[in-house]
């Protein structure tokens, strides 16, 4: 069988919608010879669908990374007081928060000790306004040329979990990690702080090697602030503790 055949047939529910939709004759939509058994315009009408969804759902919120989730029980609430306050404090702020179409946006880490690992807020927690420790993970693993994430917690970490261990893995001397969104400082720093490539996504690899690039090339290290040019409004600051993460982003 013809794989046009075998993979249109799948579709044919969608042929009643064709004609109205797409009133336009078969002429001008050239496809190979065995398509023509089935409507052409349900073969647009798919893709046209097709391409629709993955927009809507290729970028923002969007955990990107293969994620290996070991569910556990949260981490002691003590160990991660300031990390709650500083998240809790960046909401109210509006610098976390979730945008009108309900994508949220912004995350906080803490690195546990002199290790790689490191303490995330979860996925899908931006809306929230008080995160207490059932909404924080612990990221154990990571393997950035495979695009692979291990936590271990009540909830999957952050989407942008991949780009807080590239930080923390070139400079182990960083401790605390803040990732902010807002329009009018992304607007105002871009290219005047170190700067992502406009066509790099957030949450990748692309995005961890470009983190590299930035520390060999644009002083990211003595900066400690970035403006992620390819993901609007991001904006993301560092240190040797969370405090002067945060002193970065309120001195500007």
Same mark, same amino acid.
């Given at each position: 069988?013809?794989?046009? &055949?075998?993979?249109?047939? *799948?579709?044919?529910?969608?042929?009643?919608?064709?004609?109205?939709?797409?009133?336009?004759?078969?002429?001008?939509?050239?496809?190979?010879?065995?398509?023509?058994?089935?409507?052409?315009?349900?073969?647009?009408?798919?893709?046209?669908? &097709?391409?629709?969804?993955?927009?809507?759902?290729?970028?923002?919120?969007?955990?990107?990374?293969?994620? *290996?989730?070991?569910?556990?029980?949260?981490?002691?609430?003590?160990?991660?007081?300031?990390?709650?306050?500083?998240?809790?404090?960046?909401?109210?702020?509006?610098?976390?928060?979730?945008?009108?179409?309900? +994508?949220?946006?912004?995350?906080?880490?803490?690195?546990?000790?002199?290790?790689?690992?490191?303490?995330?807020?979860?996925?899908?927690?931006?809306?929230?306004?008080?995160?207490?420790?059932?909404?924080? /993970?612990?990221?154990?693993?990571?393997?950035?040329?495979?695009?692979?994430?291990?936590?271990?917690?009540?909830?999957?970490?952050?989407?942008?979990?991949?780009?807080?261990?590239? +930080?923390?893995?070139?400079?182990?001397?960083?401790?605390?990690?803040? *990732?902010?969104?807002?329009?009018?400082?992304?607007?105002?720093?871009?290219?005047?702080?170190? /700067?992502?490539?406009?066509?790099?996504?957030?949450? /990748?690899?692309?995005?961890? &090697?470009? +983190?590299?690039?930035?520390?060999?090339?644009?002083?990211?290290?003595?900066?400690?602030?970035?403006?992620?040019?390819? *993901?609007?409004?991001?904006?993301?600051?560092?240190?040797?503790?969370?405090?002067?993460?945060?002193?970065?982003?309120?001195?500007?």
């Amino acid at each position: 069988m013809h794989p046009y &055949k075998n993979w249109l047939g *799948h579709f044919s529910i969608l042929k009643p919608f064709c004609s109205l939709l797409f009133p336009i004759p078969y002429s001008l939509f050239p496809v190979p010879w065995s398509v023509a058994l089935y409507d052409r315009r349900c073969l647009l009408l798919f893709l046209t669908i &097709k391409f629709m969804v993955k927009f809507m759902v290729m970028d923002e919120g969007v955990i990107k990374y293969q994620c *290996h989730w070991v569910k556990e029980e949260p981490v002691a609430s003590d160990s991660i007081t300031d990390l709650m306050k500083k998240r809790d404090f960046m909401y109210s702020l509006g610098l976390i928060g979730v945008y009108e179409n309900g +994508i949220g946006f912004g995350n906080v880490s803490q690195r546990i000790n002199d290790s790689n690992q490191f303490i995330i807020t979860g996925t899908q927690t931006a809306h929230l306004e008080i995160l207490g420790p059932e909404f924080y /993970t612990v990221v154990t693993d990571f393997n950035i040329e495979e695009n692979s994430l291990t936590c271990c917690g009540p909830v999957k970490a952050s989407s942008e979990s991949l780009t807080h261990a590239a +930080i923390y893995y070139y400079q182990p001397e960083i401790m605390g990690i803040i *990732h902010i969104h807002n329009s009018r400082l992304w607007q105002e720093l871009m290219y005047k702080v170190p /700067t992502s490539n406009q066509e790099v996504p957030y949450g /990748t690899p692309q995005m961890a &090697k470009e +983190i590299f690039r930035l520390f060999d090339e644009e002083k990211l290290g003595v900066e400690k602030i970035l403006v992620m040019a390819g *993901h609007e409004d991001g904006i993301i600051s560092f240190g040797k503790n969370l405090d002067e993460a945060a002193n970065i982003l309120l001195n500007l």
